[in-house]
């Protein structure tokens, strides 16, 4: 951790994010963020025919200037043991006034069977980067067991039991009282471009 002297403010800075500094930005200023970047994939699924669902999540400082809140992937069918493909693109433009509520991404990844039937192979979320660049992101999937009754459902007729509130996805003690079980994991490459953050003093 350092200081780095910013504009007369002192910013504390940790390796790959931005400091921070107590400076108030000026009246009317909105910092921008911009994400470019895909939905590449996903790997160690049990089922086959996966799409994914998305959507991003930020808080009330946020703006999105332009850009999807949510969407949904196509269906790929890989062969056993290997990456379903999606190259989905996600393209969104924010402004805001602060740093708190940075953009997470959530995910849901389904499976369809040859009569059209879907169901859940596991949620996920993660955050999207804080520092310029690209990155190359991992996000582990989970999801509900239900009861041994459900789970025999599943097994035989799909569906299976889902969450009633998304907010479970990344609230660590609502998912601590759930039965759940590991899902695969999601791919993603996201590049962001950061603008007008000096303003809050910070440095990235």
Known sequence: MRLVELGGADVEAGPGACGRSHRSPGRGAMAEVHVIGQIIGATGFSESSLFCKWGVHTGAAW???SGLREGQTQVDTPQIGDMAYWSHPIDLH???KGLQGWPRLHLQVWSQDSFGRCQLAGYGFCHVPSSPGTHQLDCPTWRPLGSWREQLARAFVGGGPQL???????????????HTAAG?????????LLRHFDRYGVEC
């Open 63 to 65: 703006k999105l200037l």
């Open 94 to 96: 924010f402004a805001t």
């Open 164 to 178: 009633l509130h998304g907010d479970a996805i990344y609230s660590g003690a609502d998912r601590y009282r759930l």
């Open 184 to 192: 695969g994991t999601v791919h993603l490459e996201l590049g962001l």
